[in-house]
């Protein structure tokens, strides 16, 4: 359900002198370190209840997630406008808060970081989120240290059928999610194929943050 198409392009890597022997070094073993990190980040993608695809596209790549939550949506929809506690619950933010609304828009201000092994990718961003309440946010990015950002949530009542065809009945909201997610800026000559690897980590752990908070409250209301 979940495949990954990695890209890999041993020109892009630096070898002249700030990175020398070691990236060199380094550039040897760049393709079966990034097939693995991309096979496990799509695989645990799921691991809360969301399918989910990592694909490259373009300079970035476009991440897709389905699945049907036991929870109902006005939680599932909280926890998603949730902007200034996402620091609380999303891995790898630091700090998150609107900085101006004006009708269903919102203005998001956030810091972050990316992590994979000895990598470690600062993220600030502001992004645009569009509310249709209940139903769906659109994000797009503003300003920021990525080339690109923009992305939807879907919010659809009710169960979902599963692979088998056959529906969850405890299911009450069904989330579907789209966004494309280019590459940040680097002031160091880190390659592009370890920055996708590190991003396309990111990305599925900050989808489970988001489903593992909806289950949480949902448990504590039913408590």
Known sequence: MCRVRPSF???????????GP???????????????VLSLACAR???????????????????TAEGALPVDRSIAWAVLTDYNRFGEFLPGVRSSRVIRSQGRLRWVSQLGVARLLLFSLPLDL???????????????????NV???????????????GADG????SAQVRLVH?????????TMPV????????????????????????????AVVQA
Request: proline share 6%; aromatic share 4%.
């Open 178 to 186: 789209s966004g494309y997610y280019g590459l940040p800026s680097m």
């Open 9 to 19: 392009r041993p020109t892009s890597v630096h070898t002249g002198t700030r990175g």
């Open 45 to 63: 993608a799921g691991a809360n209840g969301l399918v989910a695809r990592v694909e490259n596209e373009g300079a970035g790549y476009r991440v």
């Open 22 to 36: 070691a990236v060199a070094a380094l550039a040897a073993l760049l393709p079966a370190l990034v097939f693995t």
């Open 126 to 144: 502001v992004m645009q989120v569009e509310e249709d309440p209940q139903t769906a946010l659109r994000i797009e990015m503003v300003s920021g």
């Open 166 to 169: 056959a529906a969850s009945a």
């Open 191 to 218: 390659p592009r194929v370890i920055v996708r690897a590190v991003l396309a980590r990111q990305v599925p752990r900050v989808l489970d943050g988001y489903v593992a908070e909806m289950l949480r409250r949902a």
């Open 147 to 161: 080339e690109a950002m923009r992305g939807e949530w879907r919010l659809e009542t009710g169960p979902s059928a």
